[in-house]
């Protein structure tokens, strides 16, 4: 597992999209070298990059599960099939996917409000670390947010997993790239973060996104949440999120 002191230097994307492509940018930016791969050939999305995400290799997507220190899934849910297993075994995952009917399709089990996305990308990905992380924020608000540390209107992005050093240091990342980490401990938790949820879309600093993730719970979503989940509610509302 990487040193959570010691910031990754490769950080690999897995999708081009706007997500993707804004991350890349704001990872090189803070002296990342970034490996980003679209859906086929390199070739396809090379000029992409040099106007968008500058700095970044376009590369497959197995050259970038394989060089990477840390991995960004930016990719439609629905194409969680396609992430390899074993390229990404023993590596740090941030799960930055949402689940969207429009794109993923009508999935029941997707849905499913018993287990969250990021728990089915941590099931897919066994030999992985899965982090849940950047799902939240829109991506015009995480292209103009960065400000330095200290900058009272510095915004903030929540991130959940179940271990504490992939906590450490995916939170070094968003602190890197301009924003306050705000940890939630347990990926089951990370539903809190998910369309729906009062926290999604959120673009504020660190002490309100804490108390959207806390308050959760008792939002309408949140009780539908715990009723479906039983005494695991009761458990996660006794974890408050805090900034890392």
């Known amino acids: 597992m990487t040193d959570p002191v010691t910031p990754p230097a490769t950080v690999g994307i897995l999708g081009a999209g706007k997500v993707g492509t804004v991350l890349a940018r704001l990872l090189h930016r803070a ?7 679209g859906s086929g050939s390199p070739d396809r999305i090379r000029l992409v990059l040099e106007v968008l ?8 997507a197995a050259e970038a599960a394989r060089e990477a220190d840390v991995v960004v899934l930016a990719l439609p849910l629905g194409k969680l099939p396609s992430v390899p297993v074993e390229a990404l075994d023993g590596k740090l995952v941030v799960d930055a996917m949402n689940y969207w009917w429009e794109t993923d399709g009508l999935r029941d089990d997707l849905a499913d409000v018993r287990t969250t996305t990021s728990e089915q990308v941590q099931r897919h990905l066994p030999g ?16 103009e947010g960065p400000l330095p540390a ?3 209107e510095r915004r903030a992005i929540a991130l959940a997993a179940d271990d504490a050093a992939a906590l450490g240091v995916v939170a070094g990342i968003v602190d890197a790239i301009g ?13 809190a973060l998910e369309p729906g949820s009062l ?3 959120a673009n504020v600093g660190a ?10 719970w008792s939002s309408q979503r ?3 949440v715990g009723r479906a989940r039983g005494r695991d509610a009761d458990l996660a509302a006794t974890e408050p999120a805090g900034r890392s």
């Open 31 to 37: 002296g990342h070298r970034v490996l980003l791969a």
């Open 53 to 60: 995400a500058p700095g970044a290799r376009a590369v497959t």
């Open 128 to 143: 992985s670390v899965v982090v849940k992380g950047f799902n939240h924020m829109g991506y015009h608000d995480l292209d």
């Open 150 to 152: 200290g900058d009272p």
């Open 179 to 191: 924003f306050d980490p705000v940890v939630v401990p347990r990926l089951a938790d990370g539903v």
């Open 199 to 201: 926290a999604f879309g």
């Open 207 to 216: 002490a309100e996104l804490e108390a959207m993730v806390e308050g959760f």
């Open 222 to 224: 949140g009780l539908a």
